[in-house]
């Protein structure tokens, strides 16, 4: 089922001693200075997201994606290698991850945080036309966030948002769910399954997920937090 979402604001933990450096990561990656909403709290924007980390105590990390057009990638690609180090697919050493299935491509990097991040284009999708360099500012907003969890439980009652299954499967201990719409996706892993592209096992991590959509409600999330739908 199309459900129109978008990520609205995303918030993630982060350890507290990281947080001024997380805050210069992410204002040079995206050509803007990170806020400080609060004493605790660095929040960047991203396209239709607004991106806040918290401040708390251990390690937490995640993987998440932000969105470029689909007609941009190639530039896109030579915008973030001049900006940070990408992480090689293991078995080809390659940057590149050529998502077929999907008519997708993608590239991953660490933050200081030790968070998967991903930039993906779907092609044809969200194409704007535009050429030359590359700027921050073209980025779309989150496109994926994954929430490591039980899969079965949380895909049913986000179901009750209208946030459905539309690749991978809840069933099985090594298998994904992709739940929203391609481009704007809910990630549901269990914990311990390898993130791509580094292997390293998921961890259930406070998040917190609003998104805009058809259906208002919430779900809380098992490790803290909630998945919110705002109708739009």
Known sequence: MKTGVAFRRVRLAAPSALLPE?????????????????????????????????????????????LVPGDRFAAAFEWAAACVDLLPDSETGEPVFDFTNWNAEAVYFHDPAGSIVELVAHHGLD???????????????VSEVGLVCDPPSLGGSLGELGLEVWDGTVAGEGRLAFVGEKGRTLILCRGGRPWLPTGRPAEAHPVEVVLSGAVAGSVPLDAGGSVSMTAS
């Open 22 to 66: 997380i805050a210069g990561f992410y204002g040079h990656l995206l050509g803007q200075p990170a806020e400080r909403p609060g004493p605790s709290v660095v929040a960047v924007r991203v396209g239709e997201t607004v991106i806040e980390l918290e401040e708390a105590a251990g390690s937490p990390f995640y993987h998440f994606a932000l």
């Open 127 to 141: 194409e704007t036309g535009a050429t030359g360099a590359f700027a921050p500012a073209e980025l779309l907003g």
